[in-house]
């Protein structure tokens, strides 16, 4: 089970940056999936989800900023935030809903850093 996230950098407040988590080593088709990120010092905390369906759920904080969607052909997820705000920096990572209580799991998340 592996979960790559990519895509994150430094960008100024106001600008957009689209996350792509690669997933393997499981029916990807077949899970829940979700971003979290995760603040110095402080536990990791769900920024949004998506069915297996492929129904959204999104924290308020960051509802009609940030969208998730997801390509089980390709077996990947996406986030694709935008006007971003400096409180959004944080490491994001995503994992499957399955395996994200107990065992290692988590992949080495990517790094968003919002500032002017």
């Known amino acids: 089970v592996q979960f790559v996230e990519s895509g994150g950098g430094v960008v100024q407040p106001g600008g957009s940056l689209t996350l792509s988590c690669a997933a393997s080593?499981?029916?990807?088709?077949?899970?829940?999936m979700s971003w979290y990120r995760q603040f110095p010092g402080e536990e990791r905390e769900l920024v949004a989800g998506?069915?297996?369906?492929?129904?959204?759920n999104l924290v308020d904080s960051v509802k009609g900023r940030f969208t998730i969607s997801r390509d089980n052909s390709k077996a990947t997820v996406t986030l694709q935030m935008n006007s971003l705000k400096r409180e959004d920096t944080a490491v994001y990572y995503c994992?499957?809903?399955?395996?994200?209580?107990?065992?290692?799991?988590w992949g080495q998340g990517t790094q968003v850093t919002v500032s002017s």
């Open positions: 080593g499981f029916m990807f088709s077949w899970n829940a």
């Open positions: 998506i069915s297996i369906g492929g129904y959204p």
């Open positions: 994992i499957a809903d399955r395996f994200s209580a107990g065992g290692d799991y």
